[in-house]
Every structure is written in structure tokens, then in C-alpha cells.
């Protein structure tokens, strides 16, 4: 089979090595939780607990605050200790709610259900329940994204297993380690979407997840296992779209419009639990990974754990580290301080002893077009971030800036090092500010 | 507040390739065509070269530290923009016009312009043609010392290109040596297997994509093609390939129309600027009156390069492919 690919992008160094062949170990954590009410893209969740309550593993803690929005439950057992503005990963403050854990994790019982009698409307209504949100990263409510205007013109339901980001390994594990309940989960999105072929599209350098996937999915009809080629950024939801389908969606364009559904790895496996199982989304598998972390290895820990009791308790960082990323090192966040949450987005902390970006200074850019090849967007990240750089929102926009997927490729192959996608990443900011405005 | 840590918009990680390593290996790849050059016309187009790179190397230098501004050397575009003017010269050259030719490319062309990145022509050539037009006698004087080991054109004692425009292909400069480069001409131009390994170096590098010479040099070659169908010649083989191997168009096509600068961006313009050359080049050297024509082909190309740009902007990802 000819490996599916799309045009533009690169090869980092892909970093897997230093976790992947380690065992996933779990964390429980015994200090106070937070669990922000913005976890999501839509309104923030509404509290349902005051401060003083008592409340179990997997109770609900806090409602959706509208139809794009999702709750949010306890992931420890323990008590409500105040509800409040806490800092988040991506360096803003949220309004949180903080439980002191009691470190019993008395649980809920949960109401498992059969797939066979569940109907689509159930279905959703059990994803909602269940708090999920696409955790590739964008943490879209997940019941908002399987419910389409029309369901039946949707064609593919593809499961993004590409982990393209470097040194990420954790839907690697998943898919070695849960694979029936990632095909469990397809089968649930599948069973929402008639007319729909489910593709498990996996990138190249994971032969094994492949080879374990197409052994365990032979025999069901509706749902076949996609070789892509190993390129950052395969796992962007449009150069996914495109490899597998040939299909091409723009900035304004949602993957529904042509057909497709794409959810990650460890959103089909929420998918599955919460409808199947009954339980709500509260356990992230994270990657401790990169040079400055002294112990690198995947880690199973419930959301809201604090990140700094986290690395603390999986060995810490090493003596000197200068940078910490939470996300992958092309399109992660640089943390400033780690007394934060572990959100549902949460995939990764990254230490780098050093930090390459401040090791280089920015010269004149020499129209070397590398950035052009390198662009997924297939733009020209060297003229759209001049015309950033000289604040000219109208040539910014008829240089299609606004098509710019933010992947970081351009900034990556700057051999003049200009940080290209940080100047079309603040004008886009600053865009869609004033088209929300008028 | 506590501890704090190092902070910066996304991507955390780079690629190792630098403007410096990028004209590094376009020095190197520069570097058969040289050492072709000195082995052909001896210590004196050595010395040319010595002259031309230390000149630049020093304007660029003087400048920035008249100026205050950053010092730029480092970069090592100046080296090869001396490389280049070297190359373009005859060796018999007297030493003062190399140096007038750099600090006109220098200063003039590059830095006048907001330096590396800004000059709207190729800095090298613009000397070239500078000094072309300033002193064509000396620019074009390719007599040779005793210390010449090449084919001499008997019947003209000018370059194999020149003879080719005044008698057509007769055969006097076989094709070959036009090819391994023991012929007249400039000190860098003459070798086409020397600037092919050169060629050959900057694409496996990535340092070019094959996109403007491959262009040029195919539609160069579709146009004498043409024109000797056209003109009654009849296909002359030995033509064609003096054409090609001969004067300055391997050099230009690899060396100086891929100069990332003052050439388009854009895929597609890269592929127009490449056929434009092409074509231009063409008329110069078969219908205009001269025999040579790449630089200034490549000059008028550089000065289209913003439009061609505009006209050729790739339609961005989902706003032209297949809808569902």
C-alpha cells in the first residue's frame, strides 16, 4: 500500500526513543486537585458543588455551561476546598475548583451500557455526560463535534493515531496497550454515522501499533488501519483529512464539510469508557519526556493533578534546566511556572536543559523559500509575517495569513532563524479580535 | 512570585541549517569551478580571486562599522559574492577592477539597499555589468599567458562563444573541451563539468531546488532549438551544446539565478523566472547583435522578480482542492 502523505511540512528529530519502549506507570496523587471550568473550547462549566462539600471519584462537580461547553467531574475523593482563579497551563488564569484530596479515591459506581441498545441520541447524550473533549489539543466538546447537521454525508470517521509532534508518545502507548478499546470506541462513533468507513490512520515509524491494529480490525467491515508517512505536522486535522481523503478544508471550513470526523487517540478512548463504561473523562496519559526531565516515561495520572507534584513524584527535573514545555516542542506551550493543572488537553510536560530558541539571534531573511516548502498551509510564512511584523492586517489577510495552521514549520526550517510563526500567530490573534468586534 | 523559567512562542526546537552554513556550501560548491579556473589560466587568476573575496570580505566589514551596524561578515555572503565576481572576470584583469567591482557590489548593489536580503539584484552581477560597461576592453580581453593550457581559437583568439556567433559551429573548439573547460573565457565560466559537480553539490544539499535552472537551461535549449529550425541551420548538434557548455549560462543558471535573494519565492515563480531567462538569454545570444547575454538576462530577470511574484502566489491549503 502507498503510504498516504500530504505536501509540505518536515522531519524533526522525532525524540520517541527516549519513552517509547518504557512501561506506563500510573500516579496518584495525594495533594489538593484543581479542576479549571475552561478545560474546553465553548463557556466555561458551571460549578455544581459549593466549598465545604464532600464528593467521591467521578462525581460531576461542575455542569456544561451551555450546548458547547462540558462538564467537569472530581477525579479523587475528597473535599471542596475553595472555588477560585488559578493559573492554567497555557499562562492564564481560570476560575477553578479546588478539592483537598483525602487520597481514599472513593468512587461512584458507574453505569456500564451495551452498545447494541444504545441509540445515536443516547449515545451523544452519554459522550456529554461523560465530559469529553477532543484531546488532541483543541479540546472541542466531543457530543458538539459527533453531531453534525447531517449526519448521513459523513464518509470517514478517522482516528488520528499520527503523534507527528516529537518526543510524544503517549497515543503510542495507548494504541499498543488498549487497542480493543480504541476499536470499541470507533465502533461507538461508527454506530452515530450510517454511511461512514472508520480509518485508524497511524504514521510509519509506529509499525507495531499498525501491525496490531490491522490484526485486530481484519474482520470488521467498516473499519480499516491507514500507513501514513511519517512528516510533521501528519496529525494536523487538515493534512489528515488530506492524506487519507484527498479532501482539502480551508480556515473557514470544518472537517463535516467534506465528510469527515477526526478524533484522536485518546478522545476514542474517553469516547469509549464514557458511553461503554459510564465513566466520566478523568485520567490523562502524559509523556515526561526530553533532556531535562530525569526520569522520561509515561505516566497515567488523574486530571487536575498539580504539575509540579507530578514531575516531582516521576523524578523531577535535572539540575539546570531551562525550559519547560507543556505540549509538544513544535506546537507546545513554554510554561513559566508549574504549580498548575493537569487539564483533559494535557499531553505532555517537555524539559530542555537548553533552550535552542534563545541560543539564536533572528538575521534578515534571505528569501531562501524554505519556509514555502516547509508550509502545510501551502502560503508564504516570509511575506505573511513581514506584513505581521509591519502590522498591515490587509495584505496580511490577501496573503492568506489567515490559513496559517500555527504548526511551526516555518519558524523550524528559518535557516535565518526568524520566529516567522510567532509573528503570523499574534496577527492572526489580532484579526480574528477585530473581525469578532465588528 | 517563584521560580520562573524560560519562555517563547512555539516551536521550542530548530533546524541546524544557518545562513552561514547555506553560503558556506555555496563557497564550496563554487569551489571545482575555481580551482578548474586557476588550473587553466594559471597563478594570475588566483590572484583574482584572492583579490575579489579579501575586497568584499573588507567592504562588507567597513561598511557595517562605518555605518554601526552589526557586523555582518560572518554570514559569509560577502565570500561568495567575491567568489562569484571573481569567476566572472577574465584573469588577465587588471587587479584594481575586481576591487572597484566589489565595493560596487558591496556597497552600491547590497548594502545601499538594507543589505543581505534586501538588494533587488544579483550583487555579483550587477559588478559584472558595471564594470562591462565601464571597461569593455579589459572585460572582454581573454588573451592568455603562456601559462594557458587550453584549446586556443585559432581563426578568432576570442571566447568559444564568440567564434560560435561569427561562424557557427565549425568545430575549431570541439564540444568536449567546451565541457571539461580547457577553452577561453572568464576564470570561472568555462568548466561546465566543474559547475555540474558544483550543481550536483547544491542539490544534494537542499541548498537550491532544481526549479530555476533546470527552467533556464531547458527552455534556453528549446529556443536554440527553435531558432535553428527557424533560421534554415538545420539541428546542429555541436551548436547546441557549444550554446549550452559554452560562455557564461552553467554558471548563471546554477550559480547566480538561484541567488535566493533575487529570485521568486514562489514555486511557480521560480519556474517562469527560470523559462524567462530561458527566452531572454535566447534572443541576447542568437538574435541580438552580442555574443554573451546570461547577465543581463538574469539583471533584467532579478528587476521582474516582484512581479512575477505577484502573479504566481500559491492558492493556499483548501481554497482551490477538491471538495467533497
Redesign the interface.
Known amino acids: 500500500m502507498a503510504l498516504l502523505t500530504f505536501k509540505?511540512g518536515?522531519h524533526?528529530?522525532e525524540g520517541k526513543e527516549l519513552t517509547k519502549d518504557l512501561p506506563v506507570e500510573v500516579y496518584m496523587p495525594t495533594g489538593d486537585m484543581v479542576y479549571p471550568l475552561s478545560q474546553h473550547i465553548g463557556a466555561p462549566a458551571v460549578p455544581c458543588v459549593a466549598k465545604g462539600d464532600t464528593v467521591l471519584r467521578g462525581q460531576k462537580i461542575a455542569d456544561a455551561g451551555g450546548f458547547v461547553s462540558a462538564p467537569i467531574h472530581a477525579s479523587c475523593s475528597g473535599k471542596v476546598k475553595a472555588i477560585e482563579m488559578r493559573l492554567v497551563p497555557t499562562?492564564s488564569m481560570v476560575n477553578s475548583i479546588v478539592i483537598e484530596n483525602d487520597g481514599e479515591y472513593n468512587e461512584v459506581e458507574y453505569q456500564g451500557a451495551d452498545l447494541e441498545s444504545l441509540d445515536k441520541k443516547t449515545i451523544l447524550e452519554r459522550i456529554q455526560a461523560g465530559g469529553v473533549v477532543g484531546m488532541g489539543g483543541a479540546g472541542f466538546p466531543t457530543h458538539v463535534k459527533l453531531a453534525p447537521k447531517e449526519p448521513d454525508?459523513i464518509?470517514y470517521v478517522l482516528l488520528n493515531g499520527a503523534e507527528c509532534e516529537?518526543y510524544l508518545t503517549s497515543d503510542y502507548k495507548r494504541m499498543l496497550e488498549k487497542p480493543e478499546k480504541l476499536v470499541a470506541g470507533l465502533q461507538v462513533i461508527l454506530k452515530l454515522f450510517d454511511n461512514a468507513v472508520g480509518c485508524i490512520c497511524i504514521e510509519n515509524n509506529k509499525p507495531d501499533c499498525i501491525a496490531k491494529m490491522q490484526a485486530l480490525v481484519k474482520d470488521l467491515p467498516r473499519i480499516e488501519v491507514k500507513e501514513l508517512l511519517t512528516k510533521y505536522p501528519q496529525g494536523g486535522e487538515?493534512n489528515l483529512i488530506?492524506a487519507v481523503t484527498?479532501?482539502?478544508?480551508?480556515?473557514t471550513?470544518l472537517p463535516a464539510?467534506?465528510?469527515c470526523v477526526v478524533d484522536n487517540v485518546d478522545t476514542v478512548i474517553a469516547i469509549e469508557e464514557a458511553v461503554l463504561e459510564g465513566r466520566p473523562l478523568m485520567t490523562k496519559l502524559i509523556t515526561l519526556t526530553g533532556d531535562g526531565m530525569a526520569r522520561p516515561h509515561n505516566v497515567e495520572t488523574p486530571t487536575g493533578t498539580d504539575v509540579q507534584e507530578l514531575i516531582e513524584s516521576q523524578g523531577g527535573l535535572k539540575e539546570g534546566f531551562?525550559?519547560?514545555?507543556a505540549g509538544g516542542?513544535?506546537?507546545?506551550?513554554?510554561?513559566?511556572?508549574t504549580?498548575v493543572p493537569c487539564v483533559k488537553t494535557t499531553s505532555s510536560f517537555?524539559a530542555?536543559m537548553e533552550?535552542?530558541?534563545?541560543q539564536?539571534t533572528p538575521?534578515?531573511?534571505?528569501?531562501?523559500?524554505?519556509c514555502?516548502?516547509a508550509c502545510?498551509?501551502?502560503?508564504?510564512p516570509?511575506?505573511v509575517a513581514t506584513f505581521a511584523e509591519h502590522g498591515d492586517q490587509a495584505m496580511f489577510e490577501k496573503?492568506?495569513g489567515m490559513?496559517c495552521c500555527?504548526c511551526?514549520?516555518c519558524?523550524?526550517?528559518?535557516?535565518?532563524?526568524r520566529?516567522l510563526?510567532?509573528s503570523i500567530?499574534s496577527m492572526r490573534k489580532m484579526v480574528l479580535a477585530s473581525r469578532r468586534k465588528k | 512570585m517563584e521560580q520562573t523559567y524560560q519562555v517563547s512562542s512555539n516551536p521550542h526546537v530548530r533546524d541546524k541549517m544557518t545562513t552561514e552554513r547555506l553560503m558556506q556550501l555555496v563557497a564550496i560548491a563554487l569551489l571545482p569551478a575555481t580551482l578548474v579556473g586557476i588550473w587553466n589560466f594559471g597563478l594570475r587568476a588566483f590572484l583574482v580571486v584572492l583579490v575579489s573575496v579579501v575586497s568584499c570580505v573588507i567592504f562588507e566589514w567597513l561598511y557595517d562599522r562605518l555605518m554601526k551596524k552589526p557586523n555582518t561578515v560572518r554570514d559569509f555572503s560577502a565570500v561568495v559574492t567575491g567568489l562569484l565576481i571573481a569567476l566572472n572576470m577574465p584573469s588577465g584583469i587588471p587587479l584594481w577592477m575586481p576591487i572597484l567591482g566589489s565595493a560596487f557590489a558591496i556597497i552600491v548593489v547590497k548594502q545601499l539597499f538594507g543589505g543581505l536580503g534586501q538588494n533587488f539584484m544579483n550583487p555579483a552581477l550587477a559588478a559584472r555589468c558595471f564594470l562591462m560597461i565601464s571597461f569593455a576592453g579589459s572585460m572582454t580581453n581573454f588573451a592568455v599567458g603562456e601559462g594557458f593550457k587550453g584549446v586556443i581559437d585559432a581563426t578568432t583568439g576570442a571566447t568559444p562563444l564568440a567564434a560560435l556567433k561569427a561562424h557557427g559551429y565549425t568545430g575549431e573548439v570541439p564540444v568536449l573541451n567546451l565541457f571539461l573547460g580547457n577553452v577561453q573565457g572568464t576564470i570561472g565560466e568555462t568548466s561546465a563539468l566543474a559547475l555540474l559537480i558544483g550543481a550536483a553539490i547544491l542539490l544534494i544539499f537542499k541548498v537550491i531546488s532544481p526549479r530555476i535552472p533546470v527552467c533556464y537551461i531547458g527552455s534556453f535549449a528549446v529556443f536554440t532549438i527553435i531558432y535553428m529550425l527557424a533560421t534554415g541551420k538545420g539541428f546542429d548538434g555541436g551548436f547546441l551544446f557549444s550554446q549550452l557548455f559554452g560562455g557564461g549560462l552553467m554558471l548563471g543558471a546554477w550559480f547566480m539565478a538561484t541567488d535566493y535573494v533575487t529570485s521568486p519565492i514562489t514555486p511557480n515563480g521560480q519556474i517562469v523566472f527560470g523559462v524567462f531567462l530561458g527566452i531572454l538569454t535566447g534572443i541576447f545570444r542568437l538574435i541580438g547583435s552580442s555574443a554573451e547575454g546570461v547577465s543581463y538576462a538574469i539583471i533584467i530577470g532579478n528587476l521582474l522578480v516582484p512581479m512575477i511574484e505577484r502573479f504566481t502566489l500559491p492558492t493556499a491549503f483548501g481554497k482551490g482542492g477538491k471538495k467533497a
Do not use: W
Not at chain 1, 322 to 325: N, Q
Open positions: 509540505g518536515l524533526p528529530f499562562g454525508k464518509e516529537p487538515r488530506k484527498g479532501r482539502e478544508i480551508n480556515s471550513m464539510d467534506v465528510g531551562s525550559k519547560l514545555i516542542p513544535m506546537m507546545g506551550f513554554a510554561m513559566y511556572n504549580h517537555l530542555f533552550d535552542p530558541v534563545s539564536t538575521t534578515a531573511c534571505i528569501n531562501c523559500g524554505r514555502v516548502g502545510p498551509s501551502h502560503i508564504l516570509a511575506r496573503y492568506d490559513e500555527e511551526g514549520c519558524s523550524y526550517v528559518c535557516p535565518a532563524k520566529p510563526t510567532q500567530k
